[in-house]
DNA sequence: TCTATTATGGATGGCAAGATCCATTTTTAG
DNA sequence: CTAAAAATGGATCTTGCCATCCATAATAGA
């Protein structure tokens, strides 16, 4: 149900948030996140537009993220690449409804704001800081990240 | 986020409840849905052969639900035309996530689960039932349909 | 200034979803 | 038995998503 375009773009900033502030290159991030790398490069100028992510060219260049992991959320990575369209009115366009959408159109739109919501609650900051074994994207358990600059 | 075919056969199979157990001609539920005749004949074929309509051919044929609207639930339906696909393992293939997935991706399925247990929880009769001024799919407020055979 | 590095933009291709049209088959009514 | 009604299946068309490749622009370092 999300795209995979979604999917791609969560884990790269995801990566991102966890090398920050520090830039990384697309090809790095490729790597990491096991995303096709030419088609990740697309998927990041999206987010650049968007002002997720800023990007620097040249030597030393690469990508990091706009603003802190603590204040960007799932939701705003997502409608970032690929919005969320909530259900405002009837989609038949029936005049009575308007607004007010019927039972069958209320409940998908519940849907949408559930989800919504659950992904304007999740700042990537929680995703990293998650007290868990496994680690995004990551095939170690967690262990801080230092360096790690190499290719 | 649902794409336009699940949307297509929500409305379909809301009228066919609407007028359950009566079978309904497929561009009568095109009109009264306002779903395109041609391609709504190709939906129903993939709802006939998932066992949520059935339908007969000929004069006096149609299609109607194979089951009560209060047997039949939205998920039921959504997952006829397009599966909800939870994610069950980890996206990257890395071993020690597996199962367990990492938080990210815990938090994305959790997105679906919730999505899921939605749509599971209420079947057509619900939705037909719901004391609201707008009716599904209808123009008028709620009011009892009754012969209307008519094109 | 030259060169290596890195992101950007444009062009292109494959493929599935959305949509349409038509010939065929099934079925009922007369 | 014939004709009309209705679903079915196949072919086709368009569009958007996924993906790749390459030329170009920007940038840092030597």
Redesign the interface.
């Known amino acids: 149900?999300?795209s995979q375009t979604v999917?791609y773009a969560?884990?790269a900033v995801?990566h991102l948030a966890d090398c920050a502030p520090a830039a990384q290159t697309t090809r790095e991030i490729a790597v990491v996140?096991?995303v096709p790398p030419a088609y990740l490069s697309k998927v990041i100028q999206g987010l650049c537009r968007a002002g997720i992510v800023v990007s620097k060219r040249g030597v030393g260049g690469g990508v990091a993220l706009a603003q802190s992991p603590a204040e960007l959320t799932?939701l705003d990575v997502v409608n970032a690449v690929e919005p969320?369209?909530r259900i405002r009115k009837?989609?038949?366009?029936?005049?009575?409804?308007g607004v007010?959408?019927?039972?069958?159109h209320r409940?998908?739109d519940?849907?949408?704001a559930?989800?919504e919501a659950?992904?304007a609650q999740?700042t990537l900051a929680?995703?990293?800081a998650?007290p868990?074994?496994?680690?995004?994207?990551?095939?170690?358990?967690s262990r801080k990240r230092l360096g790690l600059v190499e290719k």
């Open positions: 149900m999300f999917e969560l884990r995801v996140t096991k799932i969320i369209v009837c989609p038949l366009g029936l005049k009575t409804h007010n959408l019927c039972p069958l409940r998908l519940n849907a949408l559930m989800v659950a992904f999740t929680e995703v990293l998650e868990t074994r496994s680690r995004p994207l990551c095939e170690a358990p």
